[in-house]
């Protein structure tokens, strides 16, 4: 039922900021008790998870990452965005927006995932 869409630019210029939006059907961002997520794979490499915003509008952000990522949304349009500033080649990677479901003590699941996005940053 809950389907989730990225869209963005395919290739962005080192040192800009990469906004992708994800947004959401079948559900609302603002429904209680979910957090709506953006995770990262570049080439070769497992899963990177970068941050979340919650039904409150609370955010929080990988400590790897939070210096240069901020997640905003607009309840209008039942979507949410992902901001990466600074990018360099090494931030090529295809992007996912994931709904996060229930936590307890065994973890956070990510229950519904987007098809993902890539993103190759170049000059």
């Known amino acids: 039922q809950v389907q989730l869409q990225e869209s963005g630019p395919g290739l962005v210029k080192p040192s800009e900021t990469l906004s992708l939006a994800c947004t959401v059907s079948g559900g609302s961002i603002t429904t209680n008790y979910y957090c709506w997520s953006w995770i990262r794979q570049p080439p070769g490499k497992g899963l990177e998870y970068m941050g979340f915003?919650?039904?409150?509008?609370?955010?929080g952000y990988s400590p790897s990452l939070k210096s240069r990522t901020s997640i905003s949304r607009d309840t209008s349009k039942n979507q949410f965005t992902l901001h990466l500033s600074s990018v360099t080649p090494e931030d090529t990677a295809v992007y996912y927006c994931?709904?996060?479901?229930?936590?307890?003590?065994?973890?956070?699941?990510?229950?519904?995932w987007g098809q993902g996005t890539q993103v190759t940053v170049s000059s």
């Open positions: 915003i919650c039904d409150s509008g609370i955010t």
């Open positions: 994931a709904r996060v479901g229930y936590c307890t003590t065994y973890g956070c699941p990510w229950d519904y």
